[in-house]
Nanobody, 123 residues
Framework: DVQLVESGGGSVQAGGSLRLSCVAS????????VGWLRQAPGKEREGVAA???????SYADSVKGRFTVSRDNANNTVNLMMNSLKPEDTAMYYC??????????????????WGQGTQVTVS
């Protein structure tokens, strides 16, 4: 199994920035999609960004132009840079990994391995 550990969450004022990091316990296998998903209280979990092994990223419309996902396979790390944060970005953010094709739609049910989550609060 792959263990995923997130870090970097916290509280920030609207307009601010945060950088989330996800470290995997072993090499992210070729073809794996790694995504960031979030869940706000009372809402369904949604995939906000994902990146495949070729470095091709996809984003939810709500975060396009504000969030950037990047991947460092040598260090088993995937980062999410979040700029121009809004109160509606407040949620628990999860790092997750899935197989080839998962990145296209970022559906939570398509991801196999999950981290414990890190809280992001924007006020």
């Amino acid at each position: 199994d792959v263990q995923l550990v997130e870090s970097g969450g916290g509280s920030v004022q609207a307009g601010g920035s945060l950088r989330l990091s996800c470290v995997a316990s072993r090499s992210l296998y070729s073809g794996a999609c790694v995504g960031w998903l979030r869940q706000a209280p009372g809402k369904e979990r949604e995939g906000v960004a994902a990146i495949d092994s070729d470095g091709i990223a996809s984003y939810a419309d709500s975060v396009k132009g504000r969030f950037t996902v990047s991947r460092d396979n040598a260090n088993n790390t995937v980062n999410l840079m979040m700029n121009s944060l809004k109160p509606e970005d407040t949620a628990m953010y999860y790092c997750a990994a899935g197989g080839l094709g998962t990145c296209l739609f970022r559906r939570p049910t398509d991801f196999t391995y999950w981290g414990q989550g890190t809280q992001v609060t924007v006020s």
